[in-house]
């Protein structure tokens, strides 16, 4: 018989969850974000965080509660955002900060979920992503403390490609629209962004799903081989979705 993985609440999905743990978080902006798992690991008051995602949230929602509170550590991210403590703590020295262009951070989450250490991108060649140079972090003078290592890069074809690792964490959260018990999950829309991606590359890997259906396997993104544990949301949970420019056409 298949695993029955659906957890009972919010504290039983972060079982295990320790300081300096890291997590790969599905979404893009507020679109598509494990916004409960979010706030229950808020609630665990893990810190010292490392987290691989597209960005870090908004002041005030998705992972900016988390780093708003000083949790974070590390980011891995391909955008920065709008968020204004995220500055103020990266050019403060308080954060470190890895920027990853948008596709190699998105190829760097399925190769590590797939198995796959390593792969060489033209993304970046010729940049700082590729020579090194770029501030992790910096002192609380605005200098820089740590910088980017160089890469290695290797030519194709007559091509230049740059090595970029893949990526595992102990952890991963994404929000899904449907899910089956076994983990198997559908996203709807622009959610179907980094959810699938970032849920390969967590070791364990955290489903928060807005309906609990059975699914026509051609109906399924993500088997549920990638996920471990299934927390079905409330009817208010699942309607709870943040806006993050609310605009309006005539």
Do not use: W
Not at 5 to 12: F, R, Y
Not at 19 to 33: E, H, M, P, Q, T
Not at 171 to 177: G, T, Y
């Amino acid at each position: 018989m298949r695993k029955d993985k659906v957890v009972a609440t919010p504290e039983e999905a972060l079982a295990g969850v320790r300081d300096g743990a890291s997590f790969a978080v599905g979404g893009f902006g507020l679109s598509g974000i494990p916004n409960v798992l979010i706030k229950a690991l808020y609630d665990t008051g893990a810190s010292g965080l490392g987290v691989v995602s597209n960005n870090c949230g908004v002041d005030g929602g998705g992972l900016g509660i988390l780093l708003a509170a000083g949790r974070i550590a590390h980011v891995t991210a391909s955008y920065i955002g709008d968020n204004k403590e995220f500055a103020r703590q990266y050019l403060a020295g308080e954060l470190e900060v890895e920027l990853t262009p948008q596709g190699s951070l998105a190829e760097r989450l399925r190769a590590g979920g797939s198995g796959i250490p390593a792969f060489y991108t033209p993304a970046g060649v010729g940049t700082p992503i590729a020579d090194g140079g770029l501030p992790l972090r910096h002192h609380p003078d605005g200098s820089i403390a740590v910088a980017s290592p160089p890469k290695e890069v290797r030519e194709f074809d007559g091509r230049p490609y740059v090595l970029e690792r893949g990526i595992r964490t102990d952890f991963a959260l994404v929000r899904a629209a449907k899910g089956d018990r076994h983990g198997n999950l559908v996203f709807n829309k622009a959610s179907r962004n980094f959810n699938p991606l970032a849920a390969m590359a967590g070791r364990v890997t955290v489903a928060e799903v807005e309906e609990l259906a059975e699914l026509d396997p051609d109906e399924v993104h993500l088997p549920g081989v990638f996920v471990q544990r299934v927390l079905v949301l409330t009817p208010e949970q699942a309607a709870d979705k943040g806006i993050e420019k609310r605009t309006i056409t005539e």
